[in-house]
């Protein structure tokens, strides 16, 4: 099997297959309405995404490291960890939810 990069209108989705046509079968069952934009074969087995090309390398830009320390602040408490990334980013309700409760599910 071979690790496949397929771009489609909505996602980018990195599945494991053994030919290109298995490959467009995975994202034809997950997004059947969306095209196929790009499919490459991986050359390595492994997938690697750069933090400085999304722009993630600061500290202080970093989302999961500011939600981190805002949950450690709250002492595990949401709401609160919510309310002081909102305080500290600027964000709205919903991004400060979503930064919050993703790093909530990665052990916090």
Known sequence: MALFEIETD????????????AAREVVADAFPYESVRRLVKRPRDSWV?????????????NPCVVARECLQSA?????????LYMNQT???????????????????
């Open 75 to 83: 002492g595990g408490d949401k709401v609160r960890a919510v309310r």
């Open 49 to 61: 995404i750069s933090k400085s090309a999304l722009g993630l390398m600061s500290r202080e830009t």
């Open 90 to 108: 600027g964000d709205d309700l919903d991004t400060a939810k979503k930064a919050i409760e993703s790093n909530m599910a990665m052990g916090w």
């Open 10 to 21: 909505g996602h980018i989705v990195i599945t494991w297959a053994t030919d290109e046509q």
